[in-house]
């Protein structure tokens, strides 16, 4: 029988646990006492501050990847909104917005496997205009780039880089085939290299083991990533997840306190899939959370931002929005 309280003082402690015993925290039949040890573990280790952050879709469709699960991939027919690149104007007004409802960063996300050269220096040209109007972090979630790509980011003052992991190494194969989990990896260490900030978690519900959600964790904790955001699949019509049963509650919780007990100090983030788990989001702002994807997300409705900081309030967690404003 596996020892919470144990563990959690290892963890308290500066130690980590093994993979063995991470199996052994998912299979407890305590549960609140696994979810209350993970909330501890997120004081103490993390603090209590809600970390916010938003996107827009800024290219949309049309994508050369085959992962299974998505709606933007050319290897389906799904109804989602196709276009090259958004509107400056509109880029930039949302950026401002959500400076002002006291969004820690956003972020400019597109569809493809890289971004095009041309299509990056009309980004970047974006982000000097953000820069220009609003005090807000500035993040980038643009496919598999090089180094030189990942520089052009950080010197048009984008501070973090997001790519996602998605899933385990010994699970991805199943969801992808037209990129390896290794070029993912090797972008987020080339863009650490540059002194980026990452961003990389995944998808729970792809029809991996808690044993791979698992080891996605550790993965994540051995190349450094602090800001892990945990999407629950929202099967989409036309996809080949489409159909995919859901998670139950105590699946989706145990994941995210098992997260925690790995990355005792990162953000561990609510980000797509929310509306899917909203009846169980106080429980999982005791569960490891803190932080969260706020606002519409990239091709599914998202969240109420004031809403949501007042329900992060209640649950106890500070939003310092300090130094976030819209430049007069």
């Known amino acids: 029988m596996v020892n919470i309280e144990m563990l959690k003082e290892k963890v308290l402690a500066g130690g980590a646990i093994s ?3 991470a199996i ?11 979810y209350n040890a993970a909330n501890e573990i997120r004081e103490k280790m993390a603090g ?3 970390d916010l952050c938003s996107i827009t879709n800024a290219k949309s469709g049309k994508c050369s990847e085959d992962c299974k699960w998505c709606s933007q991939s050319a290897f389906f027919k799904t109804k989602i909104e196709e276009y090259e690149m958004v509107d400056e104007k509109e880029a930039v007004e949302a950026a401002v917005s959500n400076a002002k409802q006291g969004v820690h960063r956003y972020s400019l996300v597109t569809s493809g496997r890289a971004i095009s050269n041309s299509n990056l220096d009309r980004l970047v040209n974006i982000y000097g205009k953000i820069r220009e109007k609003a005090s807000i972090g500035l993040c980038a979630s643009m496919g598999l780039l090089d180094k030189a790509r990942l520089q052009k980011l950080k010197d048009a003052g984008v ?3 997001h790519c996602n992991l998605e899933t385990s190494r010994s699970h991805f194969p199943n969801m992808c085939s037209t990129h390896s989990f290794d070029q993912k990896v090797l972008t987020i260490k080339w863009a ?16 991996e083991t808690m044993e ?3 080891e996605m964790a550790f993965e994540l904790n051995e190349i450094g990533v602090k800001s892990i955001p945990l999407n629950i699949l929202n099967p989409i019509e036309g996809t080949a997840m489409e159909g995919t049963a859901a998670l139950t509650d105590d699946e989706i919780l145990t994941s995210f306190a098992i997260f925690r007990f790995i990355n005792p100090d990162a953000s561990i983030r609510f980000a797509g899939g929310r509306l899917q788990i909203k009846h169980i989001q106080e429980q999982a702002l005791k569960a490891g959370i803190n932080a969260a994807l706020v606002g519409d997300l990239l091709t599914t409705i998202g969240s109420n931002i004031e809403e949501d900081k007042k329900d992060f309030q209640a649950a106890g967690f500070v939003l310092d929005t300090s130094a976030l404003s819209e430049k007069q």
């Open 19 to 21: 993979q063995e015993e």
């Open 24 to 34: 052994a925290l998912t299979q407890t039949k305590d549960k609140q006492t696994l």
């Open 48 to 50: 209590n501050k809600m």
């Open 159 to 161: 501070e973090h880089y």
């Open 192 to 207: 650490q290299e540059i002194g980026m900030k990452v961003c990389s978690g995944g998808i729970l519900g792809l029809g």
């Open 212 to 214: 791979q959600r698992i």
